[in-house]
Nanobody, 125 residues
């Protein structure tokens, strides 16, 4: 199985920045897509950004609410996925999850993923 561990969350002021990291191990290159999702208490998990992980891939999806502020990227040498978050708003407060899946689509929906990390909390005030 693919193992995913998120880090980099924390508390920041409105307008601040954070960079989330997702360390991947196991059958990492057996997957096709990786993405970031977020979930606030009592709400469904929603897609934030996604990227194709195989050679020649790149970003495939950004939620409208984060376009222009968040950037997804990966470092193959470190087997790590990143989410750079700038101009943070209180509405961005949530638990952020890293996921890996096999979809040939945009990988923007939870059902397209089979592996999930434990999440990292982001609080913006």
């Amino acid at each position: 199985h693919v193992q995913l561990v998120e880090s980099g969350g924390g508390s920041v002021q409105t307008g601040g920045s954070l960079r989330l990291s997702c360390a991947a191990s196991g059958y990492f290159y057996s997957t096709y897509c990786m993405g970031w999702f977020r979930q606030a208490p009592g709400k469904e998990r929603e897609g934030v950004a996604a990227i194709r992980t195989r050679t020649g891939g790149g970003p495939t999806y950004y939620a409208d609410s984060v376009k222009g502020r968040f950037t997804i990227s990966q470092d193959n040498a470190k087997n790590t996925l990143y989410l750079q978050m700038n101009a943070l708003k209180p509405e961005d407060t949530a638990t952020y999850y890293c996921a890996a899946g096999y979809s040939v689509g945009l990988c923007s929906r939870t059902y397209e993923y089979g592996y999930w990390g434990q999440g990292t909390q982001v609080t913006v005030s």
